[in-house]
């Protein structure tokens, strides 16, 4: 069954300690990886599109990177407003029609 | 610019209803997804639509559907409405959809559904 699982399910950082975020996958046919970014009560937020083994994408603090069975997302010097859930997506085009497939998201929470 | 909007943004409905929920994407966007999400399963793609056409379906029942029109405004409706349905429906817009190269996509703030 194709499946995404991020770890952790939550993680504590304290402002400054750099750590990295995890999404494994098991589709059959990749066609691209998205992680967001959701603060609580609201929509997502878009952060990156990955879609090809070695690609890596950096915005501000954060940056994305991609291999044939994982992503991590890498955080650099957090800050308290990086506090928030991240969620990554694979978009599956195994059947018919594409499918994407969210993980259940990492809570992060960086104490001042 | 205007960003994604949904309305309405609260309902309160009864097991056996039906329910149309509306999305309004960004000017110009042509790709319209929606998502369900919930504290247990967390956020689960219902289905895409692009010029229209649905493109891409997640694994929901039939009773979740959904339309494009044609200045891209989305509706989705879930008929039968079961208790498991309560849930908070986001929808999200970009320019060409997940298969365009660095797209992005905007979410509205959700509808929150609460089925009695």
């Known amino acids: 069954e194709d499946q995404v699982t991020q770890s952790p399910e939550a993680l504590r950082l304290q402002e400054g300690e750099s750590s990295s975020l995890n999404c494994s996958y098991t589709?059959?046919?990749?066609?691209?990886l998205f992680w967001y970014r959701q603060d609580p009560g609201k929509g997502p937020e878009f952060l990156f599109t990955?879609?090809?083994a070695g690609e890596e994408k950096e915005k501000e603090r954060l940056k994305a990177t991609l291999t044939k069975k994982e992503s991590f997302l890498h955080i650099t010097a957090p800050k308290p407003e990086d506090s928030a859930t991240y969620l990554c997506?694979?978009?599956?085009?195994?059947?018919?029609?594409?499918?994407?497939?969210f993980g259940k998201g990492t809570k992060l929470s960086v104490k001042p | 610019k205007a960003g994604v909007t949904q309305t309405p943004r609260y309902l309160i409905k009864t097991r056996g209803q039906q329910v149309t929920l509306s999305c309004s994407p960004i000017?110009?966007?042509?790709?319209v997804s929606w998502y369900q999400q919930t504290p247990g399963q967390g956020l689960q793609f219902l289905f895409e639509?692009?010029?229209?056409?649905?493109?891409n379906k997640g694994n929901f029942p039939g009773r979740f559907s959904g339309r494009q029109f044609s200045n891209s405004r989305s509706e989705m409706n879930v008929s039968t409405l079961e208790l498991g349905d309560s849930a908070l429906y986001l929808c999200?817009?970009?320019?060409?959809?997940?298969?365009?190269?660095?797209?992005?996509?905007?979410f509205g703030p959700g509808t929150r559904l609460t089925v009695l």
């Open positions: 999200a817009s970009s320019l060409f959809g997940g298969q365009g190269g660095t797209d992005t996509q905007y």
């Open positions: 589709v059959s046919g990749l066609r691209g």
């Open positions: 990955l879609y090809s």
């Open positions: 997506a694979v978009l599956d085009y195994g059947g018919s029609q594409g499918n994407l497939i």
């Open positions: 000017s110009g966007h042509r790709s």
């Open positions: 639509y692009f010029s229209e056409t649905q493109r």
